[in-house]
């Protein structure tokens, strides 16, 4: 049997986030760009923390290319070929492109060899 709650319950329309003072005199003053270390490994990282999802209409190569200049990053979606990849990178050897780019993969043996495959020669 269905139970009926009888607490007042909140929407959009209820609540008002209002932003903090800012010094800022533009909405293009603003800087998103944030630099970190990771924990453990130590490495940097250094770019907007804002990721393009890995769905195979939101996560593709085009879209990495039009967030990388702009620092943001992409995880492309697992179902490109390798020769997807190859032709992808290819074009891109120069530029810092990978540093904001993320790989997306299944879990059986064969999806990993194909990501490893993929990466052999970006070092």
């Given amino acids: 049997m269905p ?3 009888y607490e007042p319950k909140l929407d959009f329309k209820d609540v008002l986030l209002r932003p903090k003072r800012s ?13 970190y270390v ?5 490495k940097q990282y250094s ?3 804002v990721i393009a999802s890995n769905m195979d209409t939101v ?3 085009e879209m990495a290319q039009a967030l990388c200049p702009h620092k943001v ?13 190859k032709e992808f990178y290819a074009g891109f050897k120069e530029t810092p492109m990978f ?4 790989v997306s993969s299944g879990i ?12 052999e020669d970006r070092d």
């Fill in 23 to 35: 010094t800022l005199k533009s909405r293009a003053d603003v800087d998103l760009v944030r630099d």
């Fill in 3 to 5: 139970r009926i709650e």
């Fill in 108 to 119: 059986s043996d064969r999806d990993f060899e194909k990501v490893r495959v993929s990466f």
């Fill in 73 to 85: 990053f992409t995880a492309i979606h697992k179902h490109y070929t390798l020769e997807e990849w």
């Fill in 47 to 49: 770019g907007i923390p």
């Fill in 38 to 42: 990771f924990r453990n490994s130590k």
């Fill in 99 to 102: 540093s904001h780019v993320a």
């Fill in 59 to 61: 996560g593709t190569f």
